[in-house]
Structure formats: C-alpha cells, structure tokens
C-alpha cells in the first residue's frame, strides 16, 4: 500500500528516552493515515512509497559544505561582508551559517539583525547597524537595484558535476552596495545519495522542505542527480511571527 507522506528527521533528535517516546507515539499517528517517521537509512529498502518530504539540512551536511572562493569587490570590505553574512545567516538559523562563524575570531562578534525578511527563493534581508543588507542570489541583488558582476563572471567561479559538486554564487550588500560574492560547495552524503537514488528508482515524489531561502530544488537535483525534485517549506520562526519559504 502507498504511503501518504513520509517525514524524514535526522537520528541525533531522538536520542533520549523522552524523544523515543514521542517518536513512537507519532509513528502510531501517523501510521494511521498511511504515513511514516523514518531516518536516511531506512529509505534504502522502502518501496511503495507515494511521496517523501526530505528536510534539507539532513541531506546537506556542514562538514560536506566549503567556501569555495570569495570575490571582494572592496578590499577594504572583507571584515564587513564577512561578519554581515555570518550575523544573517545566523539569524535566519542556515547551515550555512556555521561556514561564516568560523570565519570570526570570536562567535560572540555576531550582531543582531532586525526585520529579518524571507525573501522569496532568492535570500534574505533585513537591518544590519541601522542600513539595509541583502544576502542571497543575484535575483535578490538585481530585485533591490543593486548592480552584479555578469553571469559570464558568476559562472567562471561556478562548479557543478551532477552527482559529485554543486556550487553557489551568492551575493552580500549593504546599503544599496555589494560588498562580496561567496561561491558556496556542496558535496553529497553517501547515504543520502543512496536513499535519494532508491527513492527516484522507485518513481517516489522527492518533496524538499528548506528554511534556507538561497537554496532552490535545482541544487539538490545536480548534487545528487535526480530527475526531479519539488521545493516546499518550513516555518520559520522570526521576531514572535512565523514566516514560511516560498
């Protein structure tokens, strides 16, 4: 029988007792309405299954994600654009974020953004020491005016090769003024790369769920070189409101 739905949530959330216990309890829910809890794992011997929700973070790790380059269009900006895009990033709660962070001296250097905004599938803005900043692609830049270098230049720092690398270019500015442009790598999981490959083996309907709004279902289809994938959304929680990706 088909499942309705499947949720996957990462092994580490559910490692006490307590979080066993809830983890049981839904699994009973759900399963009355066709559907199922499982882990990376078990979706290399699921068959019959309708459709998958896949949350993003379990499929792109941190330790498989690099700064592949960064382009400065002011020297003297590189300590602006890099804090700025670790204090967004961790506002808007990316594994990305994570990337940038290291990058500081010091973790406590990270400064609140206020009006944190979701941008579409294009990034995020907000404000940043009382002036307007903006990260995200070059869709984000060009929506609020702000002149990017040609996609002739994005692409020449670009790395894609289905099943092996994705790459990003993605756009810092403040106050109307690009500071930066970062190229982001991706490298696949192999038991993601595996499930994932199962799934679409067995025509499943592969439905990606983000709270990263830089990230389009393209990227996960080169990184792990499906046929298709269909973006989706998670809530996200910002200044007391709930905000969705679209």
């Keep these: 029988t088909a499942l309705a739905g499947l949720l996957i949530i990462s092994a580490p959330m559910f490692g006490n007792l307590s979080s066993n216990m809830f983890l049981l309890s839904l699994s009973k829910?759900?399963?009355?309405?066709?559907?199922?809890?499982?882990?990376?794992?078990?979706?290399?011997?699921l068959k019959n299954v309708e459709r998958v929700v896949v949350r993003s973070e379990d499929i792109l790790a941190q330790?498989?994600?690099?700064?592949?380059?960064?382009?400065?269009?002011?020297?003297?900006?590189?300590?602006?654009?890099?804090?700025?895009?670790?204090s967004i990033l961790k506002a808007a709660k990316v594994?990305?974020?994570?990337?940038?962070?290291?990058?500081?001296?010091?973790?406590d250097m990270l400064e609140d953004i206020e009006s944190l905004n979701i941008e579409g599938d294009m990034g995020f803005s907000g404000w940043?020491?009382?002036?307007?900043?903006?990260?995200?692609?070059?869709?984000?830049?060009?929506n609020h005016?702000?002149?990017?270098?040609?996609?002739?230049?994005?692409?020449?720092?670009?790395?894609?090769?289905?099943?092996?690398?994705?790459?990003?270019?993605?756009?810092?500015?403040?106050?109307?003024?690009?500071?930066?442009m970062f190229i982001i790598g991706h490298k696949p999981l192999l038991k993601a790369k595996r499930a994932l490959n199962n799934l679409q083996?067995?025509?499943t309907v592969i439905l990606l769920t983000t709270n990263d709004a830089t990230l389009s279902a393209d990227n996960i289809i080169t990184l792990y070189n499906l046929d298709q994938v269909f973006g989706g959304a998670y809530a996200m929680q910002m200044n007391s409101e709930s905000r969705s990706l679209s």
């Design 145 to 180: 005016g702000v002149r990017t270098p040609s996609r002739e230049f994005e692409g020449m720092h670009l790395q894609n090769e289905p099943g092996e690398i994705v790459s990003r270019a993605l756009y810092i500015a403040l106050d109307g003024t690009l500071l930066a």
């Design 29 to 45: 829910r759900l399963k009355k309405a066709r559907a199922g809890v499982y882990s990376l794992n078990d979706l290399d011997t």
């Design 95 to 107: 594994e990305m974020a994570a990337l940038f962070s290291k990058m500081l001296a010091h973790e």
């Design 128 to 142: 940043w020491r009382d002036k307007r900043i903006l990260f995200g692609t070059r869709g984000l830049m060009i």
């Design 201 to 203: 083996k067995n025509k």
């Design 63 to 86: 330790t498989h994600m690099q700064l592949l380059n960064m382009e400065l269009f002011k020297e003297s900006d590189v300590d602006l654009a890099i804090l700025g895009t670790a």
